[in-house]
């Protein structure tokens, strides 16, 4: 995955673990992920934008597109513009989205790393 500034926000651990698992090729690996970054980044940026006023949206794209990774940069401007808990809604999003994909990628039967509960 491609570093970004959010990336300190959540562990995809699991995630690895069920993909190492269910891929049966490094093709099929690299492409999950490829997915899996798309999926990320794009719900990232949409929660973004839906909490940045709309009068920013260019300003921040701009200030991304320059410095994707920086997160002290990136964070700060983000708490400036849209409130100091915008990280706090980030890493939910990212945990709520990690969820999704891991339900979509384990067999029905087999049980959470986590929970201990049986996805059926």
């Known amino acids: 995955m491609t570093k970004l500034f959010f990336d300190n926000l959540v562990s995809f651990e699991e995630l690895e673990i069920v993909i ?7 093709e099929e690996k690299d492409e999950l992920w490829g997915l899996v970054d798309e999926v990320v980044n794009h719900k990232v940026m949409e929660k973004i934008l839906d909490k940045l006023p709309r009068e920013h949206h260019e300003e921040f794209l701009a200030l991304f597109h320059k410095c994707p990774h920086d997160e002290v940069v990136v964070f700060e401007y983000l708490k400036g513009k849209a409130g100091k808990d915008i990280e706090k ?20 039967d087999e049980v959470s790393v986590e929970t201990g509960v049986s996805k059926r």
Not at 20 to 26: D, E, I, L, Q
Not at 96 to 106: C, T, V, Y
């Open 20 to 26: 190492k698992k269910t891929a049966s090729s490094k």
């Open 89 to 108: 809604h980030l890493q939910q999003e990212l945990e709520d989205i990690s969820a999704d994909i891991l339900q979509e990628l384990r067999p029905k």
